[in-house]
């Protein structure tokens, strides 16, 4: 069962990527200061955090300012809803370029392996489509990652069900914060 969830203390600062225009246009908005409260609240270590999906770099520059380490993963090609572009991945690197503990890795996250127990955080916004979904959720909670996260579970009915069936089947506590078009929380009991 679902619960909504609010930091008790937002953090309001957070250094966002070199772009502004990728800042000001991010549907992450708001979840931008609520990443270091979550970790916080929920007692999360924070080494190593890996995302799927990472276009411009705004979701990559927030995650980079609570763990030590962020890899991402992303075909940098767009997909059928962000639209489809040429490859932007030397732009994402460069709007990202004062951060020194990122990796950007180009490729299909689907194919990425995740070994056991290699990171601590993930976040997931890619395709927003059931299946991608919820084969990158498996795959990263099947790894023993403690907190999975996934963008668009208010603007996207198919990734809300597909994250609903990965809180029952890996038996997760199911939190959402319902802004900047929602933000599911998975958590390992």
């Given at each position: 069962m679902k619960k909504y969830w609010f930091?008790?203390?937002?953090?309001?600062?957070?250094?966002?990527?070199?772009?502004?225009?990728v800042?000001?246009?991010?549907?992450w908005g708001t979840i931008a200061y609520a990443i270091q409260p979550l970790v916080d609240e929920f007692e999360l270590k924070a080494d190593r955090a890996i995302e799927f999906g990472c276009e411009y770099?705004?979701?990559t520059a927030v995650l980079a300012n609570t763990f030590k380490s962020v890899v991402a993963v992303d075909l940098f090609t767009g997909d059928k809803h962000s639209g489809r572009r040429q490859n932007f991945k030397s732009e994402t690197a460069k709007a990202l370029?004062?951060?020194?503990n990122i990796t950007l890795i180009q490729g299909d996250c689907l194919k990425h392996v995740v070994a056991m127990d290699e990171y601590d955080f993930a976040h997931v916004d890619i395709v927003h489509d059931y299946q991608p979904t919820y084969d990158a959720g498996d795959m990263l909670l099947n790894a023993g990652v403690p907190c999975v996260v996934f963008h668009d579970t208010i603007s996207f009915p198919e990734v809300l069900k597909?994250?609903?069936?990965?809180?029952?089947?890996?038996?997760?506590n199911f939190y959402e914060f319902p802004y900047s078009h929602g933000l599911g929380i998975l958590m390992k009991k």
């Open positions: 930091p008790k203390s937002p953090n309001v600062n957070v250094k966002l990527t070199l772009s502004k225009a800042n000001e246009i991010s549907a770099g705004y979701s370029s004062d951060f020194n597909a994250v609903t069936d990965l809180a029952k089947k890996h038996d997760c």
